[in-house]
């Protein structure tokens, strides 16, 4: 396998990581729905959007994208139009180094998953 075969290769093993971390995301009380997309001219980006029982919506997800000489990687929470977290932008140079930064953001939007949907969902019961 030459070097861009394995760079695509750890791209997809990276998506799939994401997506599963992010997928992981589940309350009892709550409806999820995974999501992964290609964007141009060389991105992706995956997630899982968690629907509350009044409708809002809580978005986590993490990006990807090749441009000019650099990788960059974003992620972060939206709930309808509030940003709850927003990890800054990391440009690296290397796909090594920007799969292991998307892997750390993808780490970073799991890890208060649990405690955001559990204080909206308790909001909810107090109205």
Same mark, same amino acid.
């Given at each position: =396998? $030459?070097?861009? %075969? +394995?760079?695509? !290769?750890?791209? +997809?093993?990276?998506? %799939?990581? !994401? ?24 991105? #992706? ?6 629907? +509350?029982?009044?409708?809002? /919506? ?6 990807? !994208?090749? %441009? ?11 709930? /309808?139009?509030?940003?709850?977290? /927003? ?9 090594? /180094?920007? +799969? ?10 799991? #890890? ?7 204080? =909206?969902?308790?909001?909810? %019961?107090? $109205?």
């Amino acid at each position: =396998m $030459n070097s861009e %075969s +394995l760079a695509a !290769a750890g791209l +997809l093993e990276a998506l %799939s990581r !994401a997506s599963e971390i992010l997928a992981d995301l589940r309350h009892p009380f709550v409806r999820t729905e995974r999501f992964s997309y290609f964007f141009p001219p060389a991105g #992706a980006r995956v997630g899982t959007t968690v629907v +509350l029982p009044d409708g809002r /919506e809580i978005t986590f997800e993490v990006s990807i !994208a090749a %441009s000019g000489r650099a990788f960059h990687v974003e992620g972060g929470i939206q709930s /309808e139009e509030e940003t709850l977290l /927003e990890l800054p932008r990391k440009s690296v140079p290397d796909i090594e /180094e920007g +799969l292991a930064a998307f892997d750390d953001y993808a780490g970073e939007v799991a #890890a208060p998953a649990e405690r955001l949907i559990g204080q =909206m969902l308790e909001e909810l %019961s107090d $109205n």
